[in-house]
């Protein structure tokens, strides 16, 4: 073995998005592509000797064959030990989990998340810092300048490592310890959810279904459902994480996981169902014939967390993000505790994390997570749910309708209209902003417009400033609509369009969603001319 330098040079477009870099397969496999970036962590991280690093992906296609790349550039960066998953996979909150139970530098996470895998479908990399969390914008935007100027990589020559057996190997000075993708993410579940009050509840009919949608979470899902908790064989669907995800979108919504739906919607249905994604950190949880929407999940945690083990003692604040429903923040007010707004990136919960401002964290786009690791958590939600029905007896549709009952119903709902031209979507946006100066006082049919404006985030504990995270249109009544371009796809564009409205009255807390939210959906096109800057008449997804 030895320890060669390679020549090279800058290859635009590599800055990190929102969940970290995201391309096309055929990308990464360019030439020097991955190596590019990889050096440019490492030099971003300055001295490696000596420190240990996480490294895993959710398995999709190119996975383990840029594994085996990271590990050779590990060693020549002289890395005391790298931690990887048997078989390359750790899902992301592995991950997270593994980089704070074994003190590690950080963490390289290979994973496009939701999107499609497959030879020609998306690949992503991205690095977690020391807390296990994604990094911050000062570093992923440290990273992006040293692959602006980079001329060469280090790399050793050595062969293969070994992925498929636990155990540990050695490339140059450096050990690689291939460890279980499971264990260590399993014990800390153990710690906060009350499991034989679960083994309990499925010993006694309890039915469940859990579709892996063939990725990163099957494991985990068949190691923990089934194999700890007593769900008979076959309660987890899906489990064997495929490098195409099975040809199928690895994104746990109701038009994705429309075999879970099905399920769930028969007559004979199971007593709760759930979804997660490809990389494992997002969540959708079912009952029988009855969906949960993720801005609810939420909220509904957040009000029972104390029948969890883990959250006893309280929470300290629930933070969401800003285009997720405010229904957390009812929980909040109730409670309390402080509720924050951040934009949408599981990131800016790290310092409130951090900090012990807050505890429980959620985005509408089905992830959910707390203060036990750094990310959003997709079997974590799971078992929380879990522990929920086996400590109060009732079902997922019990507990949400009471929960309306209570602090009534936020109506909500995200129209997506996915590869949308870049220039005609930065123009709509464009053309929003220009608008928000005189929509207050505007009456708009069913609905007034109290304020206007496009999101901006002061972080409350390193004053750090976020700017232009998403047009909002915010009525009188609380009711809003929101406008995002999505940074985590990897063709064209991708605008989002967020709907929410309160109602208060129980007897209108069971219409149709997209009844409900009729009015908002008319002025959000009226508003922005969604049809004319996208040539769309309808969203590609609806959720």
């Known amino acids: 073995m030895s320890i060669n330098t390679v020549s090279t040079t ?41 420190k240990t690093l996480v490294l895993g992906g959710d398995g999709r296609f190119h996975n383990r064959a840029a594994v085996q790349t990271i590990l050779r550039m590990a060693a020549a960066h002289g890395f005391a030990r790298v931690l990887v998953g048997q078989g390359g996979i750790l899902s992301t909150p592995a991950v997270s989990c593994v980089i704070r139970k074994h003190g590690a530098l950080g963490g390289i996470v290979l994973s496009a998340s939701h999107n499609p895998g497959g030879p020609d479908g998306d690949f992503g990399i991205k690095y977690n810092i020391e807390n296990g969390g994604p990094a911050p914008e000062s570093v992923t935007e ?30 140059e000075a450096m050990e690689v310890a291939v460890i279980d993708s499971v264990a260590d993410y399993a014990a800390l579940m153990q710690q906060l959810f009350d499991f034989d009050a679960i083994r309990q509840l ?27 908790l007593g769900a008979p064989a076959g309660s987890v669907i899906n489990a064997v994480p495929l490098e195409d995800f099975g040809g199928h979108h690895p994104d746990p919504n109701p038009v994705n996981a429309a075999q879970l739906i099905a399920i769930m919607a028969a007559d004979d249905a199971p007593d709760f169902g ?21 801005s609810d999940s939420l909220a ?39 509720a924050f707004e951040t934009p949408t ?30 990310e959003k958590d997709g079997v974590w939600a799971v078992l929380f749910w879990l522990n929920l029905l086996a ?40 053309s929003l902003r220009i608008k928000l100066a005189t929509m207050a006082g505007q009456d ?29 249109i915010v009525m009188t009544n609380g009711s809003r609509i929101v406008f995002r371009l999505s940074g985590t796809g990897t063709e064209g564009a991708t605008l989002r369009v967020y709907l929410e409205r309160y109602e208060a009255d129980p007897a209108f807390h069971h219409l149709p969603t997209q009844q409900a939210l009729g009015p908002l959906i008319l002025i959000a096109e009226q508003v922005a001319g969604i049809a004319d800057w996208t040539g769309r008449a309808h969203p590609t997804v609806t959720t």
């Open 391 to 430: 400590a109060t007896g009732k079902s997922v549709e019990q507990l949400v309708s009471e929960h309306w009952a209570r602090f009534g119903r936020n109506y909500y709902s995200r129209h997506d209209y996915e590869g949308v031209d870049s220039h005609a979507a930065n123009e709509l946006m464009a």
């Open 10 to 50: 800058p290859i635009p477009g590599q800055r990190p998005g929102t969940s970290g870099l995201r391309k096309k397969v055929s990308v990464f496999q360019q030439p020097h592509y991955l190596e590019n970036f990889v050096q440019s962590v490492f030099d971003t991280l300055g001295d490696c000797a000596g």
């Open 274 to 294: 759930a979804a997660s994604d490809g990389d494992g950190d997002r969540n959708m949880i079912l009952g029988r014939k009855f969906d949960v929407t993720p």
């Open 300 to 338: 509904v945690l957040a009000a029972h967390a104390t029948l969890a083990p883990g959250y006893r003692a309280g929470l300290k604040g629930i933070a969401r993000s800003m285009p997720t429903s405010q229904a957390a923040d009812r929980v909040a007010q109730a409670l309390g505790i402080p």
């Open 345 to 374: 990136g599981w990131k800016f919960f790290g310092n409130l994390l951090d900090a012990g401002k807050a505890t429980l964290c959620g985005e509408e786009s089905y992830g959910t997570g707390s203060d036990h690791i750094r």
């Open 444 to 472: 708009l049919g069913h609905y007034v417009v109290d304020f206007a404006d496009d999101f901006d985030y002061k972080d409350p504990v390193d004053g750090s400033v976020a700017t232009q995270q998403g047009v909002r």
């Open 202 to 228: 499925i010993a006694g009919g309890f039915r469940l279904c859990f579709d892996g949608m063939h990725a990163v979470s099957g494991p985990y899902a068949k190691a923990i459902l089934e194999g700890q």
């Open 142 to 171: 440290a990273i992006y300048r040293h692959t602006e100027n980079i001329t060469q990589y280090r790399i050793s020559d050595a062969a293969d490592i070994d992925l498929q057996q636990p155990g540990a190997a050695r490339i």
